[in-house]
């Protein structure tokens, strides 16, 4: 049985940080691409950040470059997204996804709300 299980959302205050971990079993990890995902309120779900499965490439949103890092522990079957100086803007349900060739996997999302 294929699951991810995000975790580590909350509130945080403007320019406060938050790390999300997504666990996963159920498959052989270190084979697929992992990626963070976000859906705010009204809007259509976006792509954050991507690793690749050996975790030697990394790609980011230019909305989120320099403030996100994303990163992966095979051992572990974690990935993880660091998020620092977030914003008001950074409010959304946070998912992870789990890709190799046509086949992919999600998480169900954690919630990350960033106010004063």
């Known amino acids: 049985q294929v699951q991810l299980v995000e975790s580590g959302g909350g509130l945080v205050q403007p320019g406060g940080s938050l790390r999300l971990s997504c666990a996963a079993s159920g498959f052989t990890f270190s084979m697929y691409g992992m990626s963070w995902y976000r859906q705010a309120p009204g809007k259509e779900r976006e792509s954050v950040a991507i690793?690749?499965?050996?975790?030697?490439?990394?790609n980011y949103a230019d909305f989120v470059k320099g403030r996100f890092t994303i990163s992966r522990d095979n051992a572990k079957n974690t990935v993880y997204l660091q998020m620092n100086s977030l914003k008001p803007e950074d409010t959304a349900v946070y998912f992870c996804k789990a890709s190799r060739f046509s086949q992919y996997y999600w998480g169900q999302g954690t919630q990350v709300t960033v106010s004063s």
């Open positions: 690793i690749t499965s050996a975790g030697g490439i990394t």
